[in-house]
């Protein structure tokens, strides 16, 4: 009785030992999918700006492409 006793305990021993280990990498492995989850939105944001200032410079630029651009007119003195 004694014997089976110490290895029940040794099993549970065994098995909390694993339940911490495990919640400690899951804290850990949580914390690290945080902070990545925050760099991609940051990265996120700042593609979006990116991609609003180029589309803005493209119309722009088109723009300047199709407006008329009239001559200055110099005054030829002969």
Same mark, same amino acid.
């Given at each position: 009785?004694?014997s %089976?006793?110490v290895t029940?305990?040794e099993?549970? +021993?065994t098995?909390?030992d694993?339940?911490?280990? !495990?919640r400690?990498r899951e804290?850990?492995? &949580?914390a &690290?999918a945080?902070d990545l989850?925050? &760099?991609v939105? !940051?990265?996120?944001v700042?593609?979006?700006?990116a991609? $609003?200032?180029?589309? $803005?410079?493209? *119309?722009?630029l088109l +723009?300047? $492409?199709f407006t008329? +651009? &009239?001559?200055?007119?110099r %005054? *030829?003195?002969?």
């Open positions: 009785m004694e %089976a006793c029940i305990h099993a549970l +021993k098995v909390i694993s339940q911490t280990h !495990y400690l804290a850990q492995d &949580r &690290r945080e989850n925050s &760099r939105s !940051y990265w996120s700042g593609e979006t700006i991609l $609003f200032v180029v589309s $803005f410079s493209q *119309v722009l +723009k300047s $492409f008329e +651009k &009239r001559p200055i007119n %005054a *030829v003195h002969s």
